[in-house]
């Protein structure tokens, strides 16, 4: 028998969600740590959840920068958590796996609190073989507890956990049985996935690939979900779609191409009319800067005209990524930047060189101005089929396994 959502007198108040995702707790960016501006953001979200008056905070997946995260990543978590339903004992609480997480170390505290207003779904919940709608689809109450809004929570959905259905015939699935239950209530549903037409970062999101696709069709979802609150891709932004469908981004950037970003969480009101969202930008609390590409003299006057702050913690240190334009071999040209760096309270990302039309990191061309850390395993398999095939790219079949054995391999290695 299906349970539909418990009714209540309808609240004068628009029922208020906040939107985050990717937090990458754990992540270290060449060697730095992030703790302090971890620290700093989870600090300014609940501020922002008293500000707004938020009803539910939902994270869409990779709360963890790796599967096996360290301690202090884990203790950052449910410091958090304790600090919210602490000040906010009404505030409901929904936490999605991505894939960064360990499914089972997300779904572990969820055995361990039982019912309540905080809840885990690390893997995609199935029952014999199907997927488990009583455990996927629930009530989002307001903070008088009145039911104000229905979740369909799809967690990211690794290859094995689909069984006989596609991610299609999934979602499909799920909405039909969640605008059943929600019996007239807004409807939220959530994914970790890439989505075609979203904007990806260079060098910082892990490809993903559910039934041998790695971009899916915004056709997934359609109108019976009044808000899609989707994790994954580190750039804050709406996907053209039937219904209203939103990456909510990182909190701060996860590598150098991501400086530019606009870092923000989603402030999702739903009422009578729909849905309205309120992008609002998350402060910067680390500087990213970045010299060049130019001459090593024009790079080394442009490092002596920076101006820091001897006074910032280092922890706060900025970051900054330097290239430097080159013709020939450059000897000194790593002393030369170091030597002019010595005693800058900065961090250093990297110094790149960079060769007469050479291409971007990650693509086909001149792989000598190449760090390891920067090489793509597509862009490596691509390049070696190119090698012994005449230049052919792999076909599509081809590289679409490769990808698929990526994946896999990254699951052995704990590290997906």
């Known amino acids: 028998m299906k349970q539909t959502m418990p009714h209540a007198a309808p609240t004068a108040r628009p029922f208020t969600l906040i939107h985050t995702s990717d937090w990458h707790l754990g992540h270290e960016l060449h060697g730095h740590v992030r703790e302090s501006e971890h620290d700093a953001f989870l600090d300014w979200l609940l501020d922002r959840i008293s500000a707004v008056e938020a009803d539910a905070l939902l994270v869409t997946g990779d709360i963890y920068d790796v599967a096996n995260p360290p301690i202090s990543a884990m203790r950052r978590l449910f410091g958090f958590l304790q600090r919210a339903v602490t000040r906010f004992p009404e505030l409901e609480i929904l936490i999605l796996g991505g894939n960064h997480d360990s499914a089972a170390r997300i779904d572990l505290p969820a055995a361990l609190l039982g019912e309540g207003r905080v809840h885990f779904i690390g893997a995609l919940p199935r029952r014999e073989g199907q997927p488990d709608f009583a455990r996927m689809i629930l009530p989002l109450h307001d903070r008088s ?28 699935a799920v909405l039909e049985e969640a605008s059943e239950r929600a019996e007239g209530l807004p409807v939220v549903l959530t994914g970790h996935l890439h989505v075609a037409g979203g904007a990806v970062s260079d060098l910082s999101e892990r490809r993903i690939v559910v039934g041998g696709e790695e971009a899916q069709a915004a056709s997934l979802f359609d109108a019976r979900a009044t808000y899609v609150a989707l994790g994954h891709l580190h750039r804050a932004q709406d996907i053209k779609a039937d219904t209203r469908v939103r990456y909510a981004g990182s909190p701060f950037p996860l590598s150098a191409t ?22 609002v930008a998350i402060p910067r609390p680390v500087e990213f800067l970045s010299v060049g590409p130019a001459p090593l003299p024009e790079v080394v006057r442009a490092l002596e005209a920076l101006s820091f702050d001897p006074e910032i913690p280092s922890e706060f240190y900025p970051f900054l990524n330097i290239e430097v334009s080159v013709e020939g071999p450059e000897p000194h040209l790593t002393s030369r930047v170091l030597m002019t760096l010595e005693g800058q309270p900065v961090r250093l990302l990297g110094i790149r060189p960079v060769r007469p039309q050479s291409e971007r990191p990650g693509e086909a061309g001149d792989r000598s101005t190449l760090d390891l850390a920067d090489l793509r395993p597509d862009t490596v398999f691509a390049a070696l089929h190119a090698r012994d095939y005449g230049g052919a790219a792999p076909p599509n079949e081809l590289a679409s396994a490769f990808a698929a054995l990526v994946v896999d391999a990254g699951l052995c290695e704990g590290d997906d």
């Open 258 to 279: 991501e400086r530019a970003y606009r870092h923000s969480i989603s402030v999702v009101t739903l009422g009578p009319d729909g849905c309205a969202v309120e992008e």
């Open 145 to 172: 507890g009145v039911p104000a809004a229905c979740l369909a929570a799809v967690p990211f959905c690794r290859p094995g956990d689909l069984g006989g259905l596609d991610l299609a015939s999934l979602y499909r």
